[in-house]
């Protein structure tokens, strides 16, 4: 009937769903610089990720690749870290790691790692955050990690280091912050 076909049609419009995705990435990012509120980026984001997990009639209304979504889990997670929302922020990150491996998009990946070791350091999860933060370094392999990325997971190694009390490590990873062009 005319009427499914045009329920079909409003269900899959993979160019407005994306561009839905991409402006709420941008919204997260920019709540995070104080240029809009970071509480109604979050629940924007949520809206998003809902109606994406929303099933109708067997069949979901909002199609991303699985990059975007990746995409939009780490920046909500960031958001989240900012919001005070620290077992919202992990759950998110999990998701995006999950659908970032699936993807194979190795920098996705890293992002998502170096965000975690951040949530789970403030958690107090010192030994997983070092083990997310070097997963993170790991995971480009022979690729360099986007810098932003690379120092998140150098500061989050050299405080493990520092609780270790092993300053001589912690000194290290400090001189390759101090050094890097995020250092500012």
Not at 31 to 49: C, E, H, Q
């Given at each position: ?33 104080g240029w ?137 990873f400090h ?10």
């Amino acid at each position: 009937s005319a009427a499914d076909a045009d329920a079909a049609a409003k269900m899959a419009n993979p160019d407005g769903d994306a561009l839905e995705a991409d402006a709420v990435i941008l919204q997260l990012w920019e709540s995070r610089y104080g240029w809009y509120d970071v509480n109604d980026a979050i629940a924007r984001a949520r809206s998003v990720l809902e109606r994406i997990r929303t099933a109708v009639g067997g069949r979901r209304r909002t199609v991303l690749s699985p990059e975007r979504l990746s995409w939009l889990l780490i920046e909500l997670a960031a958001a989240e870290k900012w919001a005070d929302r620290l077992a919202d922020a992990l759950s998110h990150l999990d998701e995006a790691l999950v659908t970032a491996r699936m993807a194979g998009h190795r920098q996705l990946i890293a992002g998502g790692l170096a965000h975690r070791a951040v949530v789970q350091y403030l958690r107090g999860q010192v030994q997983n955050a070092a083990r997310s933060a070097q997963a993170a370094l790991d995971a480009t392999q022979d690729v360099d990690l986007v810098e932003d990325y690379a120092v998140r997971a150098h500061v989050v190694l050299g405080l493990a280091a520092l609780n270790q009390l092993d300053l001589s490590r912690a000194h290290r990873f400090h001189q390759m912050v101090a050094t890097s062009d995020s250092a500012g």
